[in-house]
C-alpha cells in the first residue's frame, strides 16, 4: 500500500462490510502463531527492524497482532501477483479491454478511496501513495476537477477492497511517516517541449544520486497530433527479479493548445526485459501493461502537467522538465 500509515482503531474498524473479508486471514495469522509457540514479544522486535510504526502499535496500542501483522503482509505484497494469481476482481461496468470504470455523478473521491453507487472502493494499493487524513490524493483531486469541467473520466476499481456504502466509516490518521516533498507552484510555468522537426524526440531527466530517470517520448501523429509519452526507469539491482514504473500517455492538439487525451499505467518487467528496456527509448517491452486512469475531452496543459507531478510523485524531476531542463536521452540505468 506504499507508505500509507492510520489509527487503527478496531471497534471502527471491524464493522459489518470489512470483518467479513478479513476474518479467515486474520484466523489464520492466529493459528500460524500458535502452531509455531510465537509469541507478541517475537512479533515486535521483528516489526523493530522491518516498520516502526508497526512496532508502535503493537507495544503502545490494545490492536491485536493478527491485525496488525495483516497489514503488515498486505503493505509488501508483490505489486504484480494483484494481476497474475489474481487477487483483484474488476467491476462488471469496467472496461473490458483496460480494466477501468467511468465516474459518474454518483461517484466521489475522499483520502481513502472513491464512493461509487452503492459502494465504497479503497484506493487500489498502487495507485497512489500520498493519503491525507481530510482531503483526497492530490492526483485523485486532480483528475475528478477534469469530471468537473466536462471531460470524461475513469478510474481502476477493484471490488476486493470494497464495502457496501453503508458500511463504510472513514479511519482517522493519527502517525505518518510520508515524504514530504518541497511545495511546487506550476501556475506561473510556461511548459514548452522542445517540439522540433524530426519524427521522434526522446528526452529525459534524471536525479545522479539515485540514477532514477524519467523519459519523455515525443512524437508527430496524425493531423498534427502529438504524442507525449513519460515513464519511470530505475538502475537494475541484481537482487530484484521483477521491476514496475509508471507509465503515462497523452495526445496534444497544438492547434488548440490543449491535451484530448490522457491516460496513467503501470508497467510490468521481468528482469530480462528490464534490461533490454533500460538501454532504449519508450518503447513496448513490458510483460505487462495496467491501465488504471483516464482522462479524455479537453485538458490544458497546465492541468497536464498537474497531473505528471501528481502521479509519478517525484517533483524535483518534473520540476526540472518543466523549467527547460531536458536532456538528450543518451545512456543507461545499469
Known sequence: MGDRYFEIQEDKLLNKGYIEKISPALEEISSHFKNRNIMKKDIIEYFECKDGYLAYLLSET??????????????NVNPLDIFTVPLEKIPENANPKYKIVMMGDESSPNHQGIFHYDKFFYYHPLFTRRVDAHEPPMLIQQIFLEKILGNNISIRLDQTISVEKDYYKPEIKLFHELHNGKVINLDNIQ??????????????????????????????????????????????????????TKYLHSIYNPIKNEFNHIDGSFNFYDKDKYNVRVNKQISAHANRHEKFWLVEGKTSVLDWAKMILYFFEDEDLIFDAFTGKLIEDVFSLK
Open 62 to 75: 490494545e490492536v491485536s497482532v493478527e491485525l496488525i501483522v495483516l497489514k503488515f503482509i498486505t503493505k
Open 191 to 244: 511548459i514548452s517541449f522542445p517540439f522540433r522537426s524530426g519524427e521522434y524526440e526522446n528526452l529525459c531527466v534524471y536525479n545522479p544520486k539515485t540514477m532514477k530517470k524519467i523519459q519523455f517520448k515525443i512524437s508527430r501523429r496524425k493531423d498534427s497530433e502529438f504524442w507525449i509519452e513519460v515513464e519511470e526507469l530505475f538502475p537494475i539491482h541484481d537482487k530484484d527479479q521483477w521491476y514496475n
